[in-house]
């Protein structure tokens, strides 16, 4: 799920090409944008969550245990390869 605005808008609170560069803002605006860049930055992270919930879900579904092992089960070892010191 996309946030529907670009990396400047989630930084500035506003569009580059849709306004002038130089801003003026007085003290009460300026809690307004605050507040409003701060939930900009509470949307990204939502989407960034559920985009990373989807992406692992979508991982997973490739990957199973075909043996069914459990945590507790016993299996032999073969020590061919392993070198000790």
Known sequence: MATGHTLFKLNFGRYSWKEDLMVKTELSKLEDFLE???????IAK??????K???????DKKRQNPQELKKEDNMWLEAKNI???
Do not use: D, V
């Not at 939502?46 to 985009?51: G, H, L």
């Open 83 to 85: 070198h000790l010191n």
């Open 36 to 42: 409003g860049l701060w939930r900009s930055w509470e």
């Open 53 to 59: 919930e989807a992406m692992k879900k979508q991982f």
């Open 46 to 51: 939502k989407s960034i969550e559920i985009a």
